[in-house]
């Protein structure tokens, strides 16, 4: 899983402002601007910058850190495994754990999970013979089938020789543990999950340390999908986030969004993934994406799986299971066909592969890894930005992606497989929007790091299909809270689906098309208007006011469409929601 601080997975925007005007012009902020078209939407750099961004020379890298571990192509995990996924707080204490329960519960908002305690368990197994920690896509697959969704636990270990008693090991260990724990509460805010194994392994006392933070939480239910494979669960940490999805991956290669229950609303959420096909190993791995508050990036990894065999301990990685493309005449070429073959065998259609961006992907990708390699933030999310912008794209684009993927691997080939496992991974792959693919890769010393870059295509739908889908999106949500569908203001609605192909056509800006339909109402109704502006990429997802969601009756215009502001990089959709106060009930 990737670090939240490192988002691979980028292009879910969705902001809000809210204004109102009475018998008069609104004054707006840069925000608001923003939002309506009036100034770029998006804090991506200009081609400009880009070019220059593009243009330094490249740094010296060493990426073995960033590989991580040599990966596992095949393991076993020891029995017995948990059944459900879900926090569940740890139930059963073993003598060796007294010291242990006191150090977590002396901690603010830190828990003994099951989950943890069985990651601690399965690591605890797995170091002892490899002398190594677990590669991502392995440690991913651990999570998982330990029942634990979440960011990826820090562990340590340490090894005793013999039959020391496992009592007398605790003791000599306090000390490190709550040292340990300490400075896991420190580094995180929200819940803290935590979990100890103390035991013998092959002829040593093993000790691992597990904690992670719970940025969200799931309600326990069994592996097994069941018919509908419910969901349900709250994210935490509100200030960051402002949205979640959920994706399901469906067979050996083919993905797709979870359905999201409007009734249930953020921060809570509940997503129903059943019906889809398990893979070869009977497994269906779902996947949720948390939406940055405003911001571009969404942060992904959270990943759990169905299990259609839970006495099924074999892990096999993707890189064993998906080939690489033999007939190719270099890096890029291999890497393209690889790509497509997989989109082929997922009966997909090849895409393109953009060379002009695929090369300034090539040229930022490097400075990108310094950036993560020496923690700064800043010049992370600046890379990132450059790259998603897609600028050297030919065509208007709605959004950019970017996947990210280390490993400790000679063979791009395998490390571009290794990112099978992930579900929104694949949706980004497999999106029927997606109209260019540019690829980059990083070699090192039995070290790869690969980027794709993903760049979805603005959708010829009409300003009728756009605003009805937009109002389908609205109303469903009205009508999971119990409520009717918004109707017409006055008849405005015609005018405001004109407006919305003008807006496509090039003719008018989201400001102005709203601003002849705010005076109006205005002039007409005698009364102030209050008017919304969401922008996202999504018209099937994004979030919806409160007060939208919750009227008992509501008259409201909507205008809906694509745009992109001179200085952008993408056409955003804005969908704009306006209606009299005196019309809302």
Known sequence: ?????????????????????????????????????????????????????????????????????????????????????????????????????????????THRSEASACVARQNAHYVRHTRRLPDRELRGFINARCGWVGENHVIEAFFFEGTVPLDQVAEMEAQKSETFFKKARNANRGPLDVGLFIGPVDGQVVVTRVAAPRNITLAPRPMSAGARGTLEGRVHDTDAYEFVHAAVTDGDLQARNCERDPAVRFPAFRFHCGGTAHDEQGRTFFEFALSRRDSPWADHGYLGLFASDLNNLSYTSTAAR?????????????????????RTSASMDPVQIARRQSGTLNRLFPHLLDATRRNDNAAAEL????????????????SGDLLMRHSAHADASKTMASLMISPMARLVLFDERLSHLALASVRGMNATSLAIGGYNRVPQLSGQEVVERALHTINSARQAAGNRPIFDSENYQQAATLLSQAIIDGKTTPQQAS??????????????????????????????????????????????APYQHPDDAWSIYRVIIMYATNEIR
């Open 515 to 560: 601003e002849r339909v705010v005076k109006a109402m205005v002039n007409n109704l005698d009364s102030s208007v209050r008017y919304w502006t969401l922008t996202t990429d999504d018209l099937d997802a994004f979030p919806i006011p409160e007060d939208i969601v919750t009227a008992r009756l509501l008259r409201a215009t909507v205008i809906a």
């Open 383 to 398: 890379y990132i930005g450059a790259i998603i912008a897609g600028w050297d794209i030919d065509e208007p684009i709605l």
């Open 1 to 109: 899983m990737q670090s939240t601080l490192r988002p691979p997975l980028a292009g879910r925007l969705t902001t809000l402002v809210c204004l109102t005007t009475l018998l008069s012009a609104c004054g707006a902020s840069n925000a608001n601007q923003r939002n309506t078209g009036e100034m770029a939407a998006l804090d991506l750099p200009d081609a400009q910058k880009v070019h220059e961004l593009a243009s330094a020379p490249a740094p010296e890298l060493d990426l073995s850190e960033l590989a991580g571990p040599e990966p596992a192509e095949r393991w076993e995990l020891v029995a017995p495994l948990p059944n459900y996924f879900g926090h569940q707080p740890r139930q059963q204490t073993e003598s060796w754990e007294r010291s242990f329960v006191e150090q977590v519960d002396a901690l603010n908002d």
């Open 322 to 342: 998906i080939p690489a493309a033999d007939d190719a005449t270099d890096e890029f070429d291999r890497l393209s066909r690889q790509l497509n073959d997989i």
